[in-house]
């Protein structure tokens, strides 16, 4: 079936430094990419939505300018956390429409910023 | 603001016990709803999906959900529970909002199942 590889599975970081996570579909094309964060013990939170060629759009209350979302290709796709503080040390997944209707998940992106 | 209502956030029951988990959506459009489950440290997978057709519908591992459109409800059950069943469950709704498709979950809901 469809898979959708994200990359790192866990990262710490300096606060103030930039890390970025990548999702790539392996065995179809993603034109669309979600991008949700996971509290502890809470649900997704979608964060935005990724484009190939076009800018990203953003979920209300979602910094754009910390969060930077880039689609680069039908395969690939980047959530940069910009500047990163404590309060940004979460979970991260990403997801994309496999079918028209079906959503495949990546396997997510623990960051921790200290 | 479209919205998943999931009733209970924490649910502890027996093993053999019934299954109910109430979910809820907020959207006047066309919705595809979806029940997805967590297992301690694994990804989320999905249980079963509803698109169009029969309401009731069957999914994996002994779970069923009925779609309810005139109370915007999508209950999941199982009439008997096993302790591998100890998970976290969301619910999901995907809507066309703003140009494109996209897929909101719910809070969440913890079943913890004792032998």
């Known amino acids: 079936g469809a898979v959708v590889s994200q990359h790192p599975s866990r990262v710490i970081c300096k606060s103030g430094t930039s890390v970025k996570i990548e999702c790539r579909s392996l065995?179809?094309?993603?034109?669309?990419m979600f991008w949700y964060r996971q509290f502890p013990k809470k649900s997704l939170m979608l964060m935005a939505t990724?484009?190939?060629?076009?800018?990203?759009?953003?979920e209300q209350g979602v910094e754009k300018d910390k969060f930077l979302i880039n689609h680069a290709s039908l395969t690939l796709s980047t959530l940069t956390v910009t500047s990163a503080h404590p309060e940004d040390s979460s979970f991260y997944i990403c997801?994309?429409?496999?079918?028209?209707?079906?959503?495949?998940f990546g396997s997510g992106t623990r960051l921790t910023v200290v | 603001a479209q919205s998943v209502s999931q009733h209970n956030h924490h649910v502890i029951l027996s093993e053999a016990a019934s299954l109910e988990l109430g979910c809820n959506y907020s959207?006047?459009?066309?919705?595809?709803l979806f029940w997805y489950v967590q297992y301690p440290g694994q990804h989320l997978q999905l249980l079963l999906k509803?698109?169009?057709?029969?309401?009731l519908v069957k999914g994996i591992k002994g779970f069923e959900a009925e779609f309810i459109k005139s109370k915007f409800s999508f209950n999941l059950r199982k009439p008997s529970v096993q302790w591998s069943d100890t998970a976290e469950y969301f619910c999901?709704?995907?809507?066309?909002?703003?140009?494109?498709?996209?897929?909101?979950f719910g809070a969440g809901t913890r079943l913890a199942v004792h032998p």
């Open positions: 997801s994309a429409p496999d079918t028209p209707y079906g959503y495949t």
């Open positions: 990724s484009n190939e060629g076009s800018k990203a759009t953003y």
């Open positions: 999901a709704v995907s809507l066309f909002s703003g140009g494109y498709n996209k897929l909101i």
């Open positions: 509803y698109f169009s057709g029969d309401p």
């Open positions: 065995d179809f094309q993603a034109t669309t």
């Open positions: 959207y006047g459009g066309t919705v595809n």
